[in-house]
C-alpha cells in the first residue's frame, strides 16, 4: 500500500512539475554529449529495474543507447528540447502515455533541500497550498434545473489533503435526482479519492479495480469504503462527461463506474493512459515519470490503456453537458408516475431545448406583446422583449415558443402571452411548480 501512496501523491505533483516557471528553468541550460549520455543511461536503468513491461523497458533502453551511439542527440543542446526528444523517442516505443522525461532543476532543488523535519513540512505545506488554490481540484458543485447534481472535477487530489472536499461536494449532491460528473478537463490524480468518490454512489462493499505493481510484484485491490462522512447517493442516474483530455485516474473512474454499470458516459473516448507510477529521480536536472504498474480490472480483467475509455453516448465534448442534462431528464421523466415530477422535469427539458434551439419570433409578433398587464410591463427595446414587475429586476425575455417566453436568469417562472380573436388580451405567469396566475392587459 506504500508504493500505491507514494504513486498517488506523485501523480498530482506531475501537474506542478510540469507548470515549473519557465524562467527558473533557463538556469544552467547547456547540455553537454557526455551529460546526455549519462541522462540515458541512467532512465535506462530506471526503466529496466521498474518499468511495468520488463521487455518493453528492454527494447526502450536499447532504443535511446542506439539514437545516442547513431548521433541522435549529439546536436540536441537545449535540455528542455532533450526531455522532449527522448520521451518521443521511449513513447514511440512504448506506446505509453504516461511516460515522459522533464527538465526540473528547480524542483529537484527544492526536493533536495527537504533534509530536515522543518524542511519536510515547509516543502509539504507549500505543496498544500498549491493544492489549495486549485480547491482540490473541485472547480464547481451546484444544483441545475431539474434537481440535476453538477460536479465539475478539475483533479482526483489525494484525501488526506482533500477529502472533507470532496465528502461537502458529494454530500452536496446527495439529494440529487441524478448527478453529473464532469471530467472533461481532469488529467488524473489519487485512486483513494476515485475510492472515496466512488463510494458515495453505491450500497455496500463494491469491488472496483486491481492494481499489479511490478517493484513489489504485488497485486492491489480496491474498494468501495464500508464508512463516508454524511449521506450517500446510490438512488440517482449518474453520468460522467469525457474528452480526449481525460487521463488517467480519471478515466479509471470513468471505466470502473461504466463496467460496474453504475454511470452513462457521455463526450469522447479518452486518452488512454491505465499505467500508475511516479516521478524518479534521474540526476540534479532530469526526472522521469516512470508507470511501474497496471490496472486490471476485475471485471474485464484488462483496462484502458492505449484504447482510452469509449462512452456510451459519443458527442463533441463540447456538447456533452448539454447532452447529459436532457438524457437524465429524458430519463427521470419515463421513471416517475407522479404527474408533478414529470411536469418539473419537462420544464427542465424545454429550457435546456430552447437554448440549445434558439426559437425565432419575428419582430412584429414581439412588439404586439409589448404593453401593462396589471403590475406587470413588457417592453420592446433594441429588439427584443424585456419583463418588470413593478420596480423589481428587469429580465430579458427568451423563447420558448411563439407566444411562451422564459426570463433570463430566473429558470422558475415563465410568461405567456394570451390572445383572442387575433388580439392579445392578457399575460399568464407559469410556475414551475405547475401554478399558474393571470394579468388583464391594460387598455
Known amino acids: 500500500m506504500k508504493n500505491f501512496i507514494t504513486w498517488a501523491l506523485a ?3 506531475i501537474f506542478l512539475i510540469q507548470s515549473t516557471d519557465v524562467a527558473a528553468q533557463e538556469q544552467d541550460r547547456g547540455l553537454t554529449t557526455q551529460q546526455a549520455k ?11 529495474r521498474n518499468y511495468v513491461f520488463p521487455e518493453v523497458a528492454k527494447a526502450m533502453s ?3 543507447k542506439e539514437n545516442e551511439k547513431k548521433g541522435a542527440y549529439k546536436k540536441v543542446t537545449d535540455p528542455i528540447q532533450f526531455a522532449d526528444l527522448l520521451t518521443k523517442d521511449l513513447q514511440e516505443v512504448s506506446k505509453d502515455l504516461h511516460l515522459r522525461v522533464t527538465f526540473n532543476p528547480e524542483e529537484i532543488g527544492e526536493r533536495d533541500q527537504t533534509v530536515t523535519p522543518e524542511d519536510s513540512t515547509r516543502y509539504m505545506n507549500n505543496y498544500i497550498r498549491r493544492l489549495q ?7 464547481q458543485v451546484e444544483i441545475l434545473d431539474g434537481n440535476i447534481g453538477y460536479l465539475d472535477l478539475r483533479s482526483f487530489s489525494d484525501t488526506q489533503f482533500a477529502g472533507e472536499t470532496a465528502s461537502a461536494a458529494m454530500n452536496f449532491l446527495s ?4 448527478i453529473i460528473i464532469d471530467l472533461r478537463a481532469n488529467g488524473g490524480g489519487s485512486p483513494q479519492m476515485i475510492q472515496l468518490i466512488s463510494s458515495y454512489l453505491f450500497e455496500g462493499r463494491v469491488h472496483l479495480n486491481n492494481f499489479y505493481m511490478r517493484p513489489t510484484d504485488d497485486t492491489l485491490q480496491t474498494w468501495t469504503l464500508p464508512y463516508v462522512p454524511g449521506k450517500r447517493n446510490t438512488t440517482a442516474d449518474v453520468y460522467v462527461l469525457t474528452s480526449g483530455s481525460t487521463f488517467s485516474a480519471a478515466e479509471e473512474f470513468s471505466y470502473n463506474l461504466k463496467n460496474l454499470e453504475r454511470a452513462t458516459l457521455i463526450g469522447e473516448t479518452t486518452g488512454g493512459g491505465a499505467h500508475p507510477g511516479g516521478n524518479q529521480r534521474v540526476n540534479d536536472r532530469f526526472m522521469i515519470w516512470l508507470p511501474t504498474g497496471r490496472a486490471i480490472s476485475p471485471i474485464t480483467n484488462t483496462n484502458w490503456e492505449g ?7 459519443k458527442v463533441p465534448a463540447a456538447d456533452a453537458l448539454d447532452t447529459a442534462k436532457l438524457k437524465a431528464l429524458e430519463t427521470l421523466t419515463g421513471k416517475t408516475d407522479d404527474e408533478e415530477m414529470a411536469f418539473f422535469y419537462d420544464w427542465s427539458i424545454k429550457g435546456i431545448q430552447a437554448a440549445k434551439n434558439p426559437v425565432k419570433v419575428d419582430l412584429a409578433t414581439l412588439k404586439k406583446y409589448a404593453g401593462k398587464y396589471g403590475p ?8 427584443q422583449l424585456i419583463y418588470q414587475r413593478g420596480k423589481g429586476r428587469i429580465y430579458g425575455l427568451v423563447p420558448l415558443s411563439n407566444d411562451e417566453f422564459m426570463l433570463d436568469g430566473l429558470s422558475s417562472f415563465r410568461i405567456q402571452f394570451l390572445s383572442e380573436n387575433n388580439k392579445v388580451v392578457a399575460l399568464q405567469g407559469n410556475y414551475q411548480n ?8 391594460d387598455n
Open 307 to 313: 484504447v482510452g475509455v469509449i462512452p456510451h453516448i
Open 133 to 139: 488554490r486549485d480547491n482540490f481540484g473541485f472547480k
Open 434 to 441: 405547475g401554478n399558474t396566475d393571470k394579468n388583464l392587459r
Open 38 to 48: 549519462n541522462v540515458i543511461d541512467s532512465i535506462g536503468d530506471r526503466l529496466n
Open 376 to 383: 406587470r410591463e413588457v417592453r420592446f427595446e433594441n429588439n
Open 175 to 178: 439529494n440529487a435526482d441524478a
Open 11 to 13: 501523480a498530482l505533483t
Open 62 to 64: 536499447d532504443k535511446l
